[in-house]
């Protein structure tokens, strides 16, 4: 299985795998199935990879300090990283600003945004800068079509 390790990003061990995980599951499977299906198929390759996770994990939102409700995120990994998995034709814009706005709500600093639904898998590297917490400190790694 390979692995997408790039040290100039934190936590590049972590998602390397979890990125080489899902690149399996893309060569397995290959596209067209719904979201449900490269879930449940993720689960299994981390598992066998003996990465920590929760799925379907319910985190509660906050707003100044006040909880506003609930959402579930697709994978919880090593309680360092939110995976958001997609099944969609490309990723646009929407779909990062999602992601940031989990990573904030949730209190992370790393996610992936994973999208199993193009012929080539992509992903997203989102991070939220911990030396100053404005949100336009917010940085995404354009890296994907592996």
């Known amino acids: 299985m390979k ?10 061990d972590l998602t390397g795998k979890i990125i080489g995980c899902a690149m399996e599951v893309h060569h397995v499977l290959g ?27 319910q985190m509660e939102i906050f707003y100044k300090g006040q909880s506003i409700g609930t959402r579930r995120v697709d994978f919880f990994v090593e309680d360092k990283v939110m995976v958001e998995i997609k099944a969609i034709v490309q990723l646009e814009d929407v779909h990062l600003a999602q992601a940031i706005n989990y990573l904030e709500a949730y209190g992370l600093n790393i996610g992936l945004l994973i999208n199993f639904g193009n012929t080539s898998l992509q992903f997203k590297r989102v991070m939220k800068h911990t030396m100053n917490h404005s949100k336009s400190k917010n940085h995404i790694n354009h890296s994907s079509d592996i």
């Open 3 to 12: 692995t997408m390790i790039n040290n100039k990003y934190p936590l590049s």
């Open 31 to 57: 596209n067209g199935f719904q979201e449900v299906v490269y879930q449940r198929a993720l689960a299994i390759e981390m598992s066998g990879q003996g990465i920590n996770f929760s799925r379907e994990q």
